[in-house]
């Protein structure tokens, strides 16, 4: 056990989501097993800048395992991108007497973390919190299996008016720059048609393949929509080229939105947030630093903060055969 490490500072930032609390929790539970400190930054880098923090005993996290959402908050710091600001943050870390950080996040809140790192000999952890699934070194992040489930069960409603008024329903969902979330969900949904940022699937082939729903006795569809997909710029200009080539259609928008990011941790994230958390500290009293925790084939691995952020987590193509497949 590295000795120097007796007090380890925790945070979240970027967009929440849910199971950040769960992970707050282990981080806080396993330091009080081991018998280290714990302090919680709140609003994630702004809170190192500011100085505001908690101490975090084993009580204090107490039935915030089920709670989506964070109680540490989280924000987005612009200062922390500056050099002053990450100055300020050092120098508050030293008056806190933290020794090691670990951060909760996604890829901004790891590379800010790894910057930091570097300029301020501060070691740091992270552990891949967001909905949108988006990590490299990690088949899953914290948040993602939850937000899958309300796009799940809100497609499910979406479904029941699209089918009793034969409407055509294009359903936005989050996920930045990537398709994760339209993916799984659109599989998972039983949507007729799935547009990924990561692939160009074209208006012309989405045309066609609305009217050949038609014309096998399909009355509703569902088009998943990643919001970082650009086949017609935006859900709505989408929309309006298919209403207008394909006049037949009754067609809807719903936008899902921050409903994503809230509600309940599914059982997967808040066990997937307690393992990483867990290693995350056993890393640090290990002596290691700017790690990034994964699950990998099941496993608790870890891999460089700095290779999380240069590759690519590439979503599984295959998907979208399987979904062409089963919307015949
Ligand atoms: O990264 C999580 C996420 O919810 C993305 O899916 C989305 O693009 C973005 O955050 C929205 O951010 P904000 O809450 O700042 O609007």
């Given at each position: 056990?590295?000795?120097?490490?007796?007090?380890?500072?925790?945070?979240?930032?970027?967009?929440?989501?849910?199971?950040?609390?769960?992970?707050?929790?282990?981080?806080?539970?396993?330091c009080?097993?081991?018998?280290?400190e714990?302090?919680?930054?709140?609003?994630?880098?702004?809170?190192?800048?500011?100085?505001?923090?908690?101490?975090?005993?084993?009580?204090?996290?107490?039935?915030i395992?089920?709670?989506?959402?964070?109680?540490?908050?989280?924000?987005?710091?612009?200062?922390?991108?500056?050099?002053?600001?990450?100055?300020?943050?050092a120098?508050?870390?030293?008056?806190?007497?933290?020794?090691?950080?670990?951060?909760?996040?996604?890829?901004?809140?790891?590379?800010?973390?790894?910057?930091?790192?570097?300029?301020?000999?501060?070691?740091?952890?992270?552990?891949?919190?967001?909905?949108?699934n988006?990590?490299?070194?990690?088949?899953?992040?914290?948040?993602?299996?939850?937000?899958?489930?309300?796009?799940?069960?809100?497609?499910?409603?979406?479904?029941d008016?699209?089918?009793?008024?034969?409407?055509?329903?294009?359903?936005?969902?989050?996920?930045?720059?990537?398709?994760?979330?339209?993916?799984?969900?659109?599989?998972?949904?039983?949507?007729?048609?799935?547009?990924?940022?990561?692939?160009?699937?074209g208006?012309?082939?989405?045309?066609?393949?609305?009217?050949?729903?038609?014309?096998?006795?399909?009355?509703?569809?569902?088009?998943?929509?990643?919001?970082?997909d650009?086949?017609?710029?935006?859900?709505?200009?989408?929309?309006?080229?298919?209403?207008?080539?394909l006049?037949?259609?009754?067609?809807?928008?719903?936008?899902?939105?921050?409903?994503?990011?809230?509600?309940?941790?599914?059982?997967?994230?808040?066990?997937?947030?307690?393992?990483?958390c867990?290693?995350?500290?056993?890393?640090?009293?290990?002596?290691?630093?700017?790690?990034?925790?994964?699950?990998?084939?099941?496993?608790?691995?870890?891999?460089?903060?700095?290779?999380?952020?240069?590759?690519?987590?590439?979503?599984?193509?295959?998907?979208?055969?399987?979904?062409?497949?089963?919307?015949?």
């Amino acid at each position: 056990m590295n000795k120097t490490i007796k007090r380890i500072g925790v945070l979240t930032s970027g967009g929440d989501s849910p199971g950040m609390n769960a992970a707050i929790r282990a981080v806080a539970r396993a330091c009080a097993y081991y018998k280290v400190e714990c302090v919680g930054f709140y609003r994630g880098f702004q809170g190192m800048i500011d100085g505001d923090y908690v101490a975090m005993d084993a009580r204090s996290v107490r039935n915030i395992i089920s709670r989506g959402g964070t109680i540490l908050k989280s924000a987005r710091s612009k200062e922390f991108l500056t050099s002053e600001g990450r100055k300020k943050a050092a120098d508050s870390l030293k008056e806190a007497k933290i020794d090691a950080m670990i951060l909760i996040g996604g890829d901004g809140t790891f590379r800010g973390g790894k910057v930091f790192s570097e300029e301020h000999n501060i070691p740091v952890i992270g552990v891949p919190g967001t909905i949108d699934n988006d990590i490299f070194g990690t088949n899953y992040t914290i948040g993602y299996d939850t937000a899958l489930n309300t796009v799940v069960e809100a497609i499910d409603k979406i479904r029941d008016t699209a089918s009793s008024h034969n409407r055509l329903f294009f359903v936005e969902v989050m996920g930045r720059d990537a398709g994760f979330i339209a993916l799984n969900s659109g599989v998972g949904a039983g949507a007729e048609e799935i547009l990924i940022p990561e692939e160009d699937l074209g208006l012309e082939r989405l045309l066609a393949s609305l009217e050949r729903s038609r014309r096998s006795g399909k009355t509703s569809s569902i088009v998943v929509v990643s919001e970082g997909d650009k086949t017609g710029k935006n859900v709505f200009e989408l929309a309006a080229y298919v209403t207008e080539n394909l006049p037949d259609y009754d067609s809807k928008v719903t936008v899902l939105g921050h409903i994503q990011r809230g509600g309940s941790p599914s059982c997967f994230d808040r066990v997937l947030a307690s393992r990483l958390c867990v290693k995350a500290v056993e890393l640090l009293l290990d002596g290691k630093r700017d790690l990034m925790v994964g699950l990998v084939n099941n496993q608790i691995e870890s891999c460089t903060l700095e290779s999380a952020l240069k590759e690519k987590h590439d979503i599984n193509k295959d998907l979208l055969r399987i979904s062409d497949i089963l919307s015949t």
